[in-house]
């Protein structure tokens, strides 16, 4: 039986530093990020504080990297590997260890989880890649990263979002509250016009809250169409007196005289 490990587990097993490890020095032409780093985008004050730091009294503590073809993954410290990039040195302190693809994907996002670094929706597409590399469920995420399955069902669902609104999370327009209270709808469009009537009248989550609710019930009191009226009024006749048998994907139009049948025929070649 797979006994998967917490985050807390990966953390005390990954990401401290055991005292028989070797730490070198490895040149930063050498060094690469991690594909799966599921930061997007870095404080650049931050970053350059960082740098100042390193200038002043070097990289306290090492990297994480896994040797590849000549070259070194980084697993954890890419905001250390950036900031000296900044400060224009030559190597980095690093420790390097075996991981499998697994392991790349985790620590990358518990690296980043437990200093709390993550926009939701950054963080919302690291487990999206868990689910996707690893074959994950949400529940097994869930158990990985030590939150609940509906949080991180909730998380998910923010991907669903028509990318003109994830742009506006992305730059702290909408909160994750915001954000998944919109994902509860499902007409893009309308999703889209609530986003910057948010951002217009700077409501809160609760209020955006109520306006979804009210969304809902308009549309659960919509009269739904019949597929008859939606063919006869796709064909311009509204009170149609013909038979329409829709089966599958088959329809039948039945006209009462020769006429009628041939002023729907001209209406179908014509394109109208």
Do not use: C
């Not at 587990?9 to 490895?26: F, M, R, W």
């Not at 990358?108 to 996707?132: G, P, T, V």
């Amino acid at each position: 039986m797979d006994e998967r490990k917490t985050l807390l587990d990966l953390i005390n097993e990954n990401v401290t530093e055991p005292d028989n490890e070797q730490i070198i020095d490895l040149p930063l032409s050498k060094v690469k990020p991690n594909p799966y780093q599921p930061r997007k985008e870095f404080d650049k004050a931050a970053l350059n504080d960082l740098a100042s730091s390193i200038k002043e009294h070097g990289v306290i503590q090492p990297i994480i990297v896994k040797e590849n073809a000549g070259e070194f993954i980084i697993i954890a410290g890419e905001r250390r590997y950036r900031a000296s990039l900044l400060a224009e040195r030559e190597t980095i302190p690093a420790i390097v260890r075996s991981y499998e693809k697994s392991k790349m994907i985790e620590l990358a996002l518990i690296e980043n989880l437990q200093r709390q670094e993550l926009s939701a929706y950054e963080e919302a597409n690291a487990y999206a890649l868990m689910i996707k590399e690893l074959g994950y469920n949400q529940t097994d995420v869930a158990k990985h990263v030590g939150k609940s399955r509906s949080y991180i069902t909730n998380m998910l669902g923010i991907l669903t979002l028509p990318n003109e609104v994830l742009s506006m999370l992305q730059s702290g327009k909408l909160s994750f509250g915001h954000a998944r209270a919109l994902s509860k709808l499902s007409d893009g469009k309308r999703i889209i016009e609530l986003a910057h009537i948010i951002v217009m009248r700077n409501l809160s989550v609760r209020q955006i809250e109520e306006l979804v609710k009210n969304e809902d019930k308009k549309v659960a009191q919509q009269p739904r169409k019949t597929d008859k009226q939606i063919i006869s009024k796709s064909i311009g006749k509204n009170n149609l007196k013909i038979k329409i048998t829709v089966s599958h994907d088959k329809v039948t139009i039945k006209a009462k005289n020769h006429d009628e049948l041939q002023e729907i025929i001209n209406w179908l070649m014509e394109g109208k």
